[in-house]
């Protein structure tokens, strides 16, 4: 199961990678929410894997906590761009 | 137990498949809704593989419980999350493509 739970690990970091990109390199400020929010699930996966990889699955707490702040900073985030974002 | 393991590993594989074909959409559709519905694949479909594949390894324990806790928060969160970013991006301006096109034939004729 290493070898699975390594290879995953890897490719959800390629994954998050490629997410950090797009949300450095987005035409407007809408696609770098978008990449921040899909890095941000991104991570709770890689956390949970990443867990089971060093035998230690009490990484899940982390991941939950994870989860949670991730939700809250996208609304927060949202929410001040909502009536104010420039589209350039 | 060998089953489960490649039950599992089957799991893992298809979730990695599926994030890795919507972080290419992000960088491949045309304009941003046809974006969101390839990072939507992500939110979802590829995140139930990968923790259902993950729960076939933890032995019906506390883990099993924190796994399908992540999932329902994932699963409560990112419609919302998804919904407000929409909603927020129709405020801001943001156009389809067929609206952007129609707003340009107006315009030559």
Redesign the interface.
Known sequence: MTEVYTAVTIAILVVMAMALARAISAPTVYDRILGVNMFGTKTVLFIAVGGYLMGRPDFLDIAIVYALINFIGMVAVLRFFEYTAPID | MLIL?II??IL??A??FF??S???G??KFPD?FT??HA?SV??SI??IL??FG?IL??SFDI?TA??L??LA??MI??P??SH??A???R????LTLPEVQAKQQERTH
């Open positions: 393991d599992s590993s893992l594989i979730g990695v994030g890795f919507g972080a290419l992000l960088f941003f974006r969101m990072a992500t939110d590829a995140t990968i923790l993950l390894q933890t883990n924190k796994l806790f992540i928060f994932l969160t990112s919302t999350a407000a970013l909603k927020s991006a405020h801001g301006g943001l």
